[in-house]
C-alpha cells in the first residue's frame, strides 16, 4: 500500500497544505491494476439500487397492513412521508442549483 | 497532607465540574507525550466521576464583593449537558492523541472545562466568565491551523465571540438593575436586559444572520480543533436558552429558520468539513424549536437531541478530519474512492451519517423524533412541515453528500493510509454509542430532566420515517442517475459573513476614500482663500500700498485736527 501513496500526503501536518492541492496528486483516477474490489464490478452499484428500490416499495406497501397514527390528518394519507421525501429532496436539490447562481464565487474569491 | 484532610476534599468537590479540565490543562500537557496523554484522558472521566458524586439540587456559594455567585449548581438539565460534554471531551482527546501540539492541546481541555462548568453556573457572572473562557481558549484550536486563512478566520470568530459574551455582561447588569438578581433562571424577554443576554445566546447558537461565525471559522480549525469546537460552545447555547427562555415562542419560527435554510448552504459547498458547519446549523434549529415550544416532551426532546447530536457530529468531524488529515484535502471536487483505502473511516462515517439522518435503530431516530412529535402535538403543522423537509435535506448533506464525495463517487485515484489507530477507536466510541442509543433509548431517556413516556419505536414512526428517508435518497440516485445532481465545484459560497469580509471592508474604504477626498477639498479651498487673503492683505497693509506707505507729517497733522474738530463738534 505505502508504495501507492506516491503523491498523496500519508502523514503530512494537516495544516500546511491548505489550497492548492491537485485532485490528480494520486496518480491518475479509478481503479488501479491490481485492485478488485466489489464496487468497481459491473452491476454492483445497479444491485445496490435495485435493492434501494425493492426497499421503497417494501415500505410503501407496508401502509397498507397498518393504521397510521398522525396528529395532521395529511401524516395519514397512503405514502404520505414517501412522496413527501422524494419531492422535498428533488426541490431543495433543484432550487440550490439555482442558488448557486446567486452565490457561488472563485475559490480565490476572499484571497 | 491534602489528601487526609477530608473538609478540603469536601470543598474542593464542591467546585464545579469541569474545573478539573480548566486548571490540570497546562500542567498535563507539560508532561512527556505519553504520560500527557494518559492524563488528558483521565481528567475527563475524573470529572465524570465529579459530577456523579454531586447528587441533584446540589449548590455552591461563593461571595464576591457584594455578590453571591452560585458557582454550583446540579440538576436534572445541567447534568444531562456536563455528561455529553465529559463523553465529548474524552472522545476529543483520544481522537488527537497522536498530536504533539502541547498549546492545541490545553485549549482543548480548557475549553472543554469551561463549557462544562458553564452549565454549572448559577447565576450570570459565573456564566459570564465560563462563556468568555470558551471564547478565548477554543480560538487557539482555529489559530492552530497556522494558515493564513485560519488567523484571519480565528480573529473574526474571536471578535464575534467576545462580543456575545459582552452583550451578556450588559444584559446582566440590566437585569440586575431591573430585579436584583444575577440568578440564571428563567429570564425571558419581558424587559431589555431579557432581550440583550436573548442576543448573546442567539450569536452562539448561530441564530440566522449571527451564524456566519461558525461556517467561517470551524472549517478553518485543525483537523482536531473542529472535533471539539463541534461539541461544545453551540451546545452550551442551547443549554443556555433551554434554561432561561424555554416556552419563548419567538424561538419556533427562528429554529424552524435554521433547520431549513443552511441545508441549501450545504447541498452547494465543496469544503466538507464546511457542509458539516451548517449541518451543525441546521440541527440547532431542531433542539431551537424545541425549546421554543417549551413543553416536557419538547424540552426533553430538546435535550436527547443535543446529546444524540454532541457524539454523531463530532464523529463525522472527526471522519473528515481523518480524510483531511490523510489526504491534505477536504474539498469534495477533489476526493472520492477514498473507501478503498480507509475503510474502517468510510465505515464509522457512514455510522454518523445514518444516525444524523435518523434512520431506525440510531441515535438519531430517537432523540430528533421527539422535537417533532412535540411540534405535531401542541398542532404547529407549518413547523411540522419545515422540519420534515429539513429532515429530508439532512439525509442529503450529511447522510449522502458527506460520505458519498469522499468515500465513493468518482474514484479520486488518492491512495492513502487508514486513520491513525487512535482516530480510529475514537470514531469507533462514538459509533458505538450512536447505535446504542438507537437499540436502547430507555438509557438516554432515564436522564433526560422530565420523565419519558415516549414511545419512539411505533410501527407508524418506524415506517414512516423509513418511507421519507428511502425516498428521498432514491430522489438522490434518480437526480444522479440524470445527470441533475449538482456537481462538486471548487468554489466559495458567499454567506453572511461576506457582509463584513467585503461589503464593510469595501464601505469603510469607500468611506474613507469620500473621507480623504472631502479632506482634500476642504483643504485646498481653505489654502486658496488663506492666499487670497494673504494677497489682498500684501496689496493693501504692506509698506508699498496705499495704506501701507509712510504718510507725510502734515496730512496726519491735519486729520488729527479735523478728528479733535469732530470730537468738539459732537461733545456740544
Known sequence: ?111 | MIESSPSLLTSLLSLPPGLLLVVAAIPAVMLPHRASQAAMMVLPALGLWHLASLPNGFEHDVSVFDLTLQLTRIDALSRVFGIVFHVAAFLGVLYAAHQKDRLQAAAALIYAGAAIAAVFAGDLVTLFVWWELTAISSVFLVWARKTESALAAGQRYLVIQVLSGLLLLAGTILLHRESGSIAFDHIGLETPGGWLVFFAFGIKAAFPFLHGWMKDAYPEATVTGTVFLSGFTTKLAIYAFARGFAGTEILIPIGAAMTAFPIFFAVIENDLRRVLSYSLNNQLGFMIVGVGIGTELALNGTVAHVFAHVIYKALLFMAMGAVLFRTGTIKASELGGLYKSMPWTAAFCIVGSISISGFPLTSGFVSKSMVLSAAAHQHYMWIFLVLLFASAGVLDHSGIKIPFFSFFAHDSGKRVEEAPFNMRLAMAFAAAICIGIGVFPQALYSILPYPVEYAPYTTTHVFTVLQLLIFAALAFVFLWKMGWYPPELRSVVLDVDWVWRRVLPLAWSGVSGVWIAGQGVFLGTADRLRLAFLGFTRAHLSPWSRLGEPWPTGVTAMWAAALLAAYLFIAY
Open chain 1, 1 to 111: 500500500m505505502s508504495d501507492e501513496t506516491s503523491g498523496a500526503p500519508a502523514q503530512e501536518a494537516p495544516g500546511a497544505r491548505h489550497g492548492g492541492h491537485d485532485g490528480d496528486a494520486g496518480g491518475g483516477h479509478g481503479p488501479r491494476p491490481g485492485e478488485d474490489f466489489w464496487l468497481d464490478r459491473p452491476g454492483s452499484v445497479d444491485l445496490i439500487i435495485k435493492l434501494l428500490i425493492g426497499a421503497g416499495v417494501a415500505v410503501v406497501a407496508a401502509d397498507f397492513f397498518y393504521h397510521k397514527h398522525g396528529e395532521f390528518h395529511f401524516q395519514e394519507y397512503f405514502a404520505f412521508d414517501a412522496v413527501f421525501g422524494f419531492a422535498a429532496y428533488v426541490g431543495l436539490i433543484t432550487a440550490a442549483k439555482g442558488f448557486r447562481k446567486i452565490v457561488m464565487r472563485g475559490e480565490d474569491y476572499y484571497d
